[in-house]
């Protein structure tokens, strides 16, 4: 009995998202065990929908090991097609994803001209199955909307076969809490009548239908990127990616299960309590857990009674963890505040969550003309020219480099036509 074609559709891989080697090398395995399963159940191609490599030029370390893996789905016959997410591309320069298409391990599907004021995609087929699949790539601040905008879509829609859409915005229909209103588009922005519309950006699992849009399907992350994702997984979310079997149209979609590692949270409220009571449980918890092997999440907030915050001693702590066995312990005490310093405190879980509302506070307390300052638009540019400032320097690269590619990436950031002298 033949086979029922069948492909694999992951997304935010996020490959270099750490830098702690512990980490590097988890979001690495997930990756080598994703590719694993799909040799395994003999995928006929595999569909990356962004965010393969959290950086467009990523640590060569990381690059290397990430085509060995690619390699290895390339031998078996499994064709990979990718679309660029808001992290892997790049509008001034090369990105990774370019150079690794050029070895034929992976094909870009985002490809199209322009025909009068309409931008016509072009499809790609697959050779083993016939499948159609295009897409259009995340860019910076969501400029890729005006794409969808002037899409040509009626082409789309009117061509025959089993169609794949690939692309790396979250849906307003479909939009987490966790996702601001500037990374999110309307579901009538992509074409309609395709068999399946492979998403990507959101980090959780998520699959949808509504008239017009069946199948449309977020994988979430692989493995992870940030702390909140990390907390998630160690909270019971599934992370892994999907796999389709098909006919003329969608017969199955399957999450596939990718488990890096076995987690341990510990959440403790140090409210009302002192600095010295707070160290004394915390330590007594760091003796008694079971973290052998596993990635230990410590998350700690609240205002304190008296004392400071530096009175804690959470270095001790993470060593008596890390003493136990533990993988890698993840120390968040953002949220931990003392009475003398209530005044200058920010709401929010995790650094993601500080930041967007520090700028947000600030940009609203400022009288700006610019639009793109102003509101959301200004708190997304402030938030994509930290993350360019806050990237570290490369094993390769020399200190001029370092600095001249900072430079450059925040000029493209802000929308800076030329380089001041």
């Known amino acids: 009995m033949r086979k029922m074609p069948s492909f694999a559709h992951m997304s935010d891989v996020h490959l270099g998202a750490f830098r702690h080697s512990t980490l590097k090398n988890l979001v690495l395995d997930s990756f080598r065990k994703a590719i694993d399963l799909c040799v395994e159940r003999k995928v006929d191609f595999i569909v990356i929908s962004g965010d393969l490599f959290d950086s467009n030029l990523p640590d060569l370390s990381v690059v290397k090991q990430a085509v060995a893996i690619l390699r290895k789905a390339r031998e078996k016959g499994i064709n990979i097609y990718v679309i660029y997410g808001s992290h892997d591309f790049s509008p001034t320069q090369?990105?990774?994803i370019d150079i690794i298409e050029e070895t034929g391990l992976i094909r870009k599907v985002t490809y199209g001209e322009m025909v009068g004021e309409k931008l016509r995609l072009r499809f790609v087929v697959d050779d083993k199955t016939g499948a159609k699949i295009t897409g259009i790539s995340r860019r910076k601040a969501g400029v890729e909307r005006k794409f969808f905008e002037i899409l040509d879509r009626e082409s789309l829609e009117r061509e025959g076969g089993f169609k794949i859409f690939a692309f790396h915005a979250a849906i307003d229909e479909y939009r987490p809490v966790s996702i601001a209103?500037?990374?999110?588009?309307?579901?009538?922005?992509?074409?309609?009548?395709?068999?399946?519309?492979?998403?990507?950006?959101?980090h959780e699992k998520l699959v949808a239908s509504m008239p017009g849009?069946?199948?449309v399907v977020f994988p979430g992350t692989l493995f992870g990127a940030n702390y909140t994702d990390l907390e998630k997984s160690a909270k019971g979310e599934r992370r892994g990616f999907y796999v389709v079997n098909f006919s003329d149209r969608v017969e199955s979609v399957e999450f596939v299960e990718v488990k890096a590692c076995d987690f341990e949270i510990v959440e403790y409220d140090a409210g009302d309590r002192t600095a010295q009571e707070v160290q004394d449980e915390l330590m007594g918890i760091a003796k008694d857990i079971d973290v052998e092997g596993k990635l230990v999440l410590f998350k700690v907030w609240g205002e304190l009674s008296s004392g400071r915050t530096a009175d804690v001693n959470f270095a001790r702590i993470r060593e008596i963890i890390e003493g136990k066995g533990a993988l890698h312990v993840m120390m968040n005490y953002h949220g931990l505040t003392s009475k003398e310093?209530?005044?200058i405190r920010v709401a929010?879980?995790?650094?993601?969550?500080?930041?967007?509302?520090?700028?947000?506070?600030s940009i609203g307390s400022v009288n700006v003309s610019i639009p793109k300052l102003k509101g959301d638009a200004g708190v997304a540019l402030s938030l994509n020219l930290l993350r360019v400032l806050k990237q570290g320097k490369k094993d390769s690269?020399?200190?001029a480099d370092y600095e001249k590619r900072i430079l450059r990436d925040a000029v493209e950031t802000l929308g800076i036509k030329e380089v001041p002298k």
Do not use: Q
Not at 181 to 202: C, D, Q, R, W
Not at 348 to 361: A, D, Y
């Open 397 to 399: 690269e020399t200190k």
């Open 348 to 361: 929010g879980e995790t650094r993601e969550e500080i930041e967007r509302k520090l700028f947000k506070e």
């Open 94 to 96: 090369t990105s990774m």
């Open 341 to 343: 310093y209530t005044r």
């Open 213 to 215: 849009y069946e199948h």
């Open 181 to 202: 209103e500037t990374e999110s588009m309307p579901v009538s922005l992509l074409p309609k009548n395709f068999n399946y519309y492979a998403g990507g950006h959101i």
